[in-house]
């Protein structure tokens, strides 16, 4: 059984920074996509950042270019997403969805992932 869980997540100022971790299991393969989404208050689910190790790629949104990170650590599989600079618009819940097969050009669709987190709240504000 497949299982994606998702720390970290919190209260931030605008300026400041958090690090979101998520860790899937269950797969067959070592290789397989990790996304992370976020839905802000009463808007639709946002593709953020992508790090597949399939093909190796890895994709941001134009939104958080320059001040998000992805990275993965190959000893545990643990995904995480380095949060620099964030303003109140990254104010969202933040979800890790993951799957086996490569998403290219299409990682930012949310309906191509089928193992999702439970979402992690995270608020920039003042």
């Known amino acids: 059984e497949v299982q994606v869980v998702e720390f970290g997540g919190g209260w931030v100022q605008p300026g400041g920074s958090l690090t979101l971790s998520c860790a899937a299991s269950?797969?067959?393969?070592?290789?397989?996509?990790i996304a992370w989404f976020r839905q802000p208050p009463g808007k639709g689910l946002e593709g953020v950042s992508c790090?597949?190790?399939?093909?190796?790629?890895?994709d941001y949104a134009d939104s958080v270019k320059g001040r998000f990170t992805i990275t993965r650590d190959n000893t545990n599989g643990t995904v995480y997403l380095q949060m620099n600079s964030l303003t109140p618009d990254d104010t969202a819940i933040y979800y890790c969805a993951a799957d086996p097969l490569p998403k290219e050009h299409g990682w930012h669709l949310y309906h191509l992932y089928d193992y999702w987190g439970q979402g992690t709240q995270v608020t920039v504000s003042s």
């Open positions: 269950g797969f067959t393969s070592d290789d397989y996509a």
């Open positions: 790090l597949s190790t399939i093909d190796g790629r890895i």
